[in-house]
């Protein structure tokens, strides 16, 4: 056998050495850059609330005298009882976790039943009717804010809370959550033997169905209280009296005072993050299953 026979033979697996030597390096190398864009966002991310923080340790002079400097300021407990003179802060944290527990908690047992419907029920119109609602979630929000005034404003519920929570406890997007996670995880099977028990539809939905819809629940109840508890534009326009007022319509109302104390505000703002914070380091599991339990089929 020829040293050329040989060398024509071995060059395809010494080829095939190379690329995979290649292969592993370059992966490693797509690893590193992964690391250090994740790296680079969780800085962008974490980085505001932290300035807000130590911002919120610090007397006005101090946030605009000096530069970019991250040590922590004396004056936390003037800004604390600055902040309680210049809004009635706790008041209106107890408001928005008064308007967001309820809101979300209405909204998880409509949209939930929507969900049942859409996923379960065969009707006339289902499929326009379920296009429809998915095609409203591409609307701006802005664009109902003036409807939206008028309809509170002739039922009679100016300055009251349940303006601010009630029309937005069935939305879109939860009623599809829901809709998706029926089709995807509850048999039909199960539903057949439920019917066959005897159980009607109400019992079938409250016995059967909710209960294997809490991966999907936990999710949109994180979804809903974010979107309950950063509400602004829909609190500016209906609530008025300054006790009625939610968080941040609380934190907006002081920026035009004189000399406004930034030191109180940034105080007030990094308190009213930390319902959130706690919110997702202990839910964030049961928010990636309920989002992904819908994707198999539907």
């Known amino acids: 056998m020829s040293t050329d026979y040989?060398?024509?033979?071995?060059?395809?697996?010494?080829?095939?050495?190379?690329s995979d030597r290649a292969i592993e390096v370059l992966t490693k190398v797509l690893?590193?850059?992964?690391?250090?864009?994740?790296?680079?966002?969780?800085?962008?991310?974490?980085?505001?609330?932290?300035?807000?923080?130590?911002l919120s340790t610090r007397d006005r002079t101090e946030i605009f005298g000096t530069g970019i400097s991250f040590a922590i300021g004396d004056s936390l407990a003037i800004n604390y009882a600055?902040?309680?003179?210049?809004?009635?802060?706790?008041?209106?944290?107890?408001?928005?976790?008064?308007?967001?527990?309820?809101?979300?908690?209405?909204s998880l047992l409509f949209c939930s039943m929507g969900g049942y419907a859409f996923g379960?029920?065969?009707?006339?119109?289902?499929?326009?009717?379920?296009?429809?609602?998915?095609?409203?979630?591409?609307?701006?929000?802005?664009?109902?804010?003036i409807p939206y005034f008028m309809i509170i404003k002739f039922i009679?519920?100016?300055d009251n809370h349940i303006a601010v929570w009630l029309?937005?406890?069935?939305?879109?997007?939860?009623?599809?959550?829901m809709r998706q996670h029926v089709v995807a995880s509850i048999p039909k099977e199960l539903l057949e033997a439920a019917k066959l028990?005897?159980?009607?539809?109400?019992?079938?939905?409250?016995?059967?169905?909710?209960?294997?819809?809490?991966p999907a629940l936990a999710t949109l109840a994180i979804v809903q209280f974010v979107f309950f508890w950063n509400m602004f534009m829909q609190p500016l326009v209906v609530l008025t009296t300054p006790e009625n007022y939610v968080i941040t319509q609380a934190l907006r109302s002081v920026q035009g005072i004189p000399n406004t104390p930034w030191g109180a505000v940034m105080l007030g703002t990094t308190i009213s993050i930390l319902p959130l914070?706690?919110?997702?380091l202990f839910a964030s599991k049961q928010m990636i299953s309920g989002l992904t339990s819908g994707a198999v089929k539907g």
């Open 6 to 18: 040989i060398a024509k033979k071995a060059s395809p697996l010494m080829t095939l050495k190379l």
């Open 31 to 54: 690893m590193v850059i992964l690391a250090v864009i994740l790296i680079i966002s969780a800085i962008v991310t974490v980085f505001p609330f932290v300035w807000s923080a130590l």
């Open 82 to 106: 600055r902040l309680q003179e210049i809004m009635p802060f706790w008041q209106a944290m107890f408001n928005s976790i008064y308007v967001a527990f309820l809101g979300t908690s209405i």
């Open 120 to 145: 379960v029920f065969q009707f006339r119109g289902k499929k326009i009717l379920f296009g429809m609602l998915v095609g409203s979630m591409m609307i701006p929000p802005v664009l109902s804010l």
């Open 156 to 158: 009679g519920l100016l």
């Open 167 to 177: 029309p937005f406890t069935t939305t879109p997007f939860g009623i599809f959550l």
């Open 197 to 214: 028990d005897g159980a009607g539809q109400l019992r079938t939905y409250w016995s059967v169905v909710l209960p294997l819809m809490k």
């Open 277 to 280: 914070v706690v919110t997702y």
